[in-house]
């Protein structure tokens, strides 16, 4: 079993690594069977109990349906996937087609100022403490990504509802990804800074406009990754 030396990966995540890889490679396309669990088990290297927890686990995200005496099946899992394949599917995107990155953006897009607006509702003060930071920010794209990250973090807990933290935390591994490429750009930069500005303006003003200012930025945001991605 291949491993990284500085990061050796469990059986169970070697599993989950050679099976998604295959999945999403199209070596096992939607509809298509995985060889028993004996013969599986055997050309991935790892143990039949190893490989039963894996695929178990993997049905529950959505990428497989568990037949018991039978043969275990791909699903279509962009129709038959549930958000908990964020974080699975963030490990591997040299295989995500290029426009995954983009949709995602534009959940957010449709998602996130509503929240914003809650959570300005509910806590203005905290937000404007922490939006004051941003003028410390340099040019490191790893502080760009944690700040920002920071930032939706606060705004999801703020808005008094649970449920958004939970959505939010399936993005994180994916945010990780995408996050030092965009911010490694000026342009991406510049843009979260001014963002940043006008949301604490807003809010010192009495938040009147912060859904607005959320979904230009977020829009703007989109339109930068997609050139990023070209």
């Given at each position: 079993?291949?491993t990284?030396?500085?990061?050796?990966?469990?059986?169970?995540?070697?599993?989950?690594?050679?099976i998604?890889?295959s999945?999403l490679d199209?070596?096992?396309?939607?509809g298509?069977?995985?060889?028993s669990?004996?013969?599986?088990?055997?050309?991935?290297g790892v143990?039949?109990p190893?490989?039963r927890?894996?695929?178990?686990?993997?049905a529950?995200?959505g990428?497989v349906?568990?037949h018991?005496g039978?043969?275990?099946?791909?699903?279509?899992?962009?129709?038959?996937?549930?958000l908990?394949?964020?974080?699975t599917t963030?490990?591997?995107g040299?295989?995500?087609?290029?426009?995954f990155?983009?949709?995602?953006l534009e959940?957010?897009?449709t998602?996130?100022?509503?929240?914003?607006?809650?959570?300005?509702?509910?806590?203005?003060?905290?937000?404007t403490d922490?939006?004051?930071?941003?003028?410390?920010l340099d040019?490191?794209?790893?502080?760009f990504?944690?700040?920002?990250?920071?930032?939706q973090v606060?705004?999801?807990?703020e808005?008094?509802?649970?449920?958004?933290?939970?959505?939010?935390n399936?993005?994180?591994?994916?945010f990780?990804m995408?996050a030092?490429?965009?911010?490694?750009?000026?342009?991406?930069?510049?843009?979260s800074?001014?963002?940043y500005?006008?949301?604490l303006?807003?809010?010192?003003?009495?938040?009147?406009e912060?859904?607005?200012?959320?979904?230009?930025a977020?829009a703007?945001?989109?339109?930068?990754?997609?050139?990023l991605?070209e």
């Amino acid at each position: 079993m291949p491993t990284d030396t500085l990061h050796p990966l469990r059986p169970a995540q070697y599993a989950e690594q050679k099976i998604v890889t295959s999945i999403l490679d199209g070596t096992y396309p939607p509809g298509s069977l995985l060889p028993s669990e004996r013969v599986f088990a055997e050309q991935i290297g790892v143990t039949r109990p190893t490989l039963r927890e894996t695929l178990q686990r993997l049905a529950s995200e959505g990428w497989v349906t568990i037949h018991h005496g039978k043969q275990t099946v791909v699903n279509d899992y962009w129709k038959e996937g549930g958000l908990r394949m964020l974080g699975t599917t963030a490990k591997f995107g040299q295989f995500l087609p290029k426009e995954f990155i983009s949709h995602l953006l534009e959940v957010r897009v449709t998602m996130f100022p509503a929240i914003a607006g809650r959570a300005v509702s509910h806590a203005p003060g905290v937000l404007t403490d922490y939006l004051r930071d941003h003028q410390r920010l340099d040019d490191d794209p790893g502080a760009f990504a944690r700040y920002d990250w920071g930032l939706q973090v606060l705004i999801a807990q703020e808005s008094r509802n649970p449920i958004y933290l939970l959505i939010l935390n399936d993005f994180s591994s994916i945010f990780n990804m995408m996050a030092p490429h965009y911010f490694s750009l000026e342009k991406g930069r510049e843009a979260s800074r001014t963002y940043y500005a006008n949301l604490l303006r807003d809010i010192v003003n009495g938040g009147m406009e912060v859904e607005d200012i959320v979904r230009d930025a977020l829009a703007k945001s989109v339109a930068i990754w997609r050139e990023l991605a070209e």
